[in-house]
């Protein structure tokens, strides 16, 4: 098959690796700003957000399928313009998509259909956000509302602080912002895959992050195939329902920001595909057809040939540190590794997610200065977790 990947990304190098690993026949282009060829793909000299040359070279080259991670090609209607071509691809429409960009457009959402989430404002004037949070009880959670390129959220324990912030934020123009309650739990990120109609859950995981360092674990013990499937009803189903009536199908990868609060979850916010470092943590598990997989949601039959999406039984736990603080010269075959904007990401997996650490903490040692080192092993043991 002869597949497009739009985007150069981390995520989209990741994807093209993974595909070309489980069948070498495929022919993969990748769009960017050279036309060196690498291992994986052939790359293109077409910017990811040419939208009208990326169309003219699929017409013409006879590309089969594409996908695309670029979230300002998706933003910028990527998939409205293939769907009307009639060329197959992995994105959603561009209105569907805006619940992932517009915090505000989530939340209303949210409310509408009776999705659990923390209970919120939204404010366009600065005098009716601090009248709001004047009557609020602390700690309160302000985040900016468009986030395409910048997820600002701030957690705000006094008024005081809170009055100084919303004042900073309103300094710099922002149209809107989005006040809710805080939820004192971490938060897990669960990410499902959508063919518009039905949903399949991919990875459940968990992050945290250091001074130095970012730190994924999957799967997430927290969420049980009893929460995955009470998402899927109340959560998932009801939001690809009402999309679908205003703004298109969404056929693409959601990723969700819950917390638990006595049992109860609650939706924070919406990712359109991966985070950073949680794609990898995701290959990392994979035991099914990427490609497959992919080409089904697109084509709207994401289920007629699988309840679920095979994952292997172990776990999997990624670390991702600054370049200039560790010593790799050669890539070690017991971990899937990376490198991206300066950073280093490992990424280990067991029977057991102690195991997983394990091997991957002692694989630090030896590529570490022995005080990052420390500085890890002592910001784990502060979180309780076993080394």
Do not use: W
Request: proline share 2%; aromatic share 14%; charged share 25%.
């Amino acid at each position: 098959m002869k597949i497009l990947i739009i985007g150069n990304d981390l995520n989209s190098r990741l994807l093209a690796q993974y595909i070309k690993m489980q069948n070498n026949f495929h022919d993969i282009y990748m769009t960017g700003e050279n036309n060196s060829d690498h291992e994986y793909y052939t790359c293109i000299n077409i910017d990811e957000n040419d939208i009208q040359n990326i169309t003219d070279f699929v017409k013409y080259n006879q590309i089969e399928f594409t996908v695309t991670f670029s979230q300002t090609a998706i933003i910028n209607g990527i998939a409205d313009i293939f769907n009307k071509e009639g060329f197959p691809i992995f994105a959603p429409y561009s209105e569907s998509a805006r619940i992932t960009y517009f915090n505000s457009i989530a939340k209303k959402i949210m409310y509408k259909l009776k999705i659990n989430t923390p209970k919120f404002g939204i404010f366009d004037r600065e005098n009716l956000a601090l009248e709001y949070i004047r009557k609020s009880k602390f700690p309160i959670v302000i985040e900016n509302d468009f986030t395409l390129f910048e997820r600002n959220c701030n957690i705000y324990k006094t008024f005081t602080k809170a009055r100084a912030g919303l004042q900073k934020i309103f300094e710099n123009n922002n149209e809107k912002i989005v006040i809710e309650n805080y939820i004192d739990s971490e938060p897990i990120y669960i990410y499902f895959i959508c063919d518009g109609y039905n949903a399949l859950k991919l990875i459940s995981l968990e992050r945290s992050s250091g001074k130095d360092y970012t730190t994924v674990s999957a799967m997430s013990e927290k969420i049980s195939e009893t929460l995955t499937q009470n998402i899927l009803e109340t959560a998932i189903y009801p939001l690809l329902d009402d999309i679908a009536k205003f703004a298109g199908a969404y056929t693409g990868i959601i990723g969700l920001k819950i917390k638990l609060n006595e049992n109860k979850y609650n939706i924070l916010e919406f990712y359109n595909g991966f985070q950073y470092y949680d794609f990898q943590a995701f290959l990392s598990l994979l035991n099914d057809n990427l490609i497959n997989i992919l080409y089904d949601a697109a084509n709207n039959r994401l289920t007629e040939n699988r309840s679920f999406i095979g994952l292997t039984d172990e776990y999997s736990y990624t670390f991702a540190i600054n370049k200039n603080l560790s010593d790799i010269n050669s890539l070690n075959n017991d971990f899937i590794e990376s490198e991206d904007n300066n950073k280093i990401i490992i990424t280990s997996t067991a029977a057991t997610m102690n195991h997983a650490k394990t091997e991957l903490f002692e694989y630090l040692k030896t590529i570490c200065n022995n005080e990052i080192y420390q500085n890890v092993i002592n910001s784990e043991k502060e979180k309780e977790i076993r080394v």
